[in-house]
């Protein structure tokens, strides 16, 4: 059963940063390209950031030079560093394998006030 749990989460300033965390099991973490994405009330839940198994990794516009995306391959960890916070991040975060659409964890709320 594959099972992503998400955290790191919490209420910051504009300007601050939050480091969030995402361990996975039952999954082929070291061979799967990995994302982190987010959820705004009443939208979709949008890609943030992805990373190949090799490291590689993309952002989306809007928080490039900002988010840092990261993985421990041999702790099956994803990680997302969020600096220079605005109020337009406030969302709950997820972490999936790349393009997978199931088996969602229960999130982590990030809210950033101005």
């Known amino acids: 059963q594959v099972q992503f749990v998400e955290s790191g989460g919490g209420e910051v300033e504009a300007g601050g940063s939050l480091r969030l965390s995402c361990v996975a099991s039952g999954s082929a973490f070291g061979m799967s390209a990995m994302a982190w994405y987010r959820q705004f009330p009443g939208k979709q839940r949008e890609l943030v950031a992805m990373?190949?198994?090799?490291?590689?990794?993309n952002y989306i516009d809007s928080v490039k030079g900002r988010f840092t995306i990261s993985r421990d391959n041999a702790k099956n960890t994803l990680y997302l560093q969020m600096n220079s916070l605005t109020p337009e991040d406030t969302a709950v975060y997820y972490c999936?394998?790349?393009?997978?659409?199931?088996?969602w964890g229960q999130g982590t709320q990030v809210t950033v006030s101005s």
């Open positions: 999936n394998e790349f393009l997978r659409d199931s088996d």
């Open positions: 990373m190949t198994r090799r490291g590689l990794a």
